[in-house]
């Protein structure tokens, strides 16, 4: 693993179990990494400390938490929506796998409890946005899986998904919050690459790396003509001030009026 001035987090080959991108990190106050767990084998994720997102990216199986049970099966993100775990702390979820299964993992500390959820695909806000404008260049699906208007107040992640068509644009016109955000990325096909602004640098993007969008600086994405791009988005709530939209970049919210 290797890091460009600690905004780009380069992927690396993945093993099974727990593979962390990053963990204790001043800036973002967000922990993240991808667990896998091959058929059979069962994982109780727990934190003494921390709230916990869990969305699964690929794979099927059972989900268990706050005495409820669901079964899972997801083979495709541009086909099918996530199911996903939001957890505070102490709060346990035990996802038992009947395939290999891979899942994204999100945390921040949190002292406060909540009830704990688990959202299945249909409870996910599957937006087509930017349809029939700019030549549906800027043409994406963005999925939101909770934040201030669905998950109770005393969170502090918000999670969701993008899937950017290839050679299109997302997170367009660029914008800017001043909450810290991750973009964990993947490709179809999976050796396609695409670019992502952050600010004045732009970065090459390719499969299963990782974005730290930090400083309030704008961002934007775009896929290479051929590759579809997926996202995961997880923002961190400041306790003075959740996360409750973004801004457009001066003048290019015009594009859109």
């Known amino acids: 693993m290797t890091a460009e001035f600690c905004n780009l987090i380069q992927a690396f080959s993945l093993k099974e179990g727990w593979n962390p991108y990053q963990e204790n990190d001043r800036d973002t106050q967000l922990d993240f990494g991808i667990y896998l767990l091959e058929p059979n084998q069962c994982y109780v994720f727990q934190s003494k400390e921390q709230e916990t997102a869990l969305l699964i990216l690929k794979g099927s199986g059972r989900i268990e938490a706050g005495g409820r049970a669901e079964s899972f099966e997801r083979n495709s993100w541009v086909e099918q929506l996530p199911w996903a775990i939001h957890s505070p702390a102490y709060a346990a979820a035990a996802i038992t796998a009947s395939s290999p299964v891979e899942i994204a993992v999100v945390k921040t500390p949190n002292p406060h409890v909540f009830p704990q959820k688990i959202y299945l695909p249909d409870e996910v806000e599957n937006e ?8 549906d260049m800027s043409y994406r699906i963005v999925r939101c899986v909770f934040d201030r208007r669905n998950a109770p107040p005393e969170a502090r992640l918000v999670l969701g998904e993008v899937v950017n068509f290839p050679g299109r644009w997302s997170s367009y016109p660029p914008h800017h919050h001043p909450q810290p955000e991750l973009y964990y990325y993947q490709f179809e096909p999976e050796w396609g690459y695409g670019h992502g602004e952050l600010g004045e640098t732009v970065y090459k993007i390719r499969n299963r790396d990782l974005l730290r969008i930090t400083g309030e600086r704008d961002h934007s994405q775009t896929s290479a ?10 923002i961190r709530h400041f306790p003075d001030k959740p996360y409750t939209g973004f801004e457009y970049t001066p003048p290019f919210e015009t594009l859109l009026s």
Request: charged letters at 15%; aromatic letters at 22%.
């Open 225 to 234: 003509p051929g590759f579809t791009m997926y996202y995961l988005w997880t």
């Open 128 to 135: 087509h946005r930017g349809k029939g404008m700019l030549d």
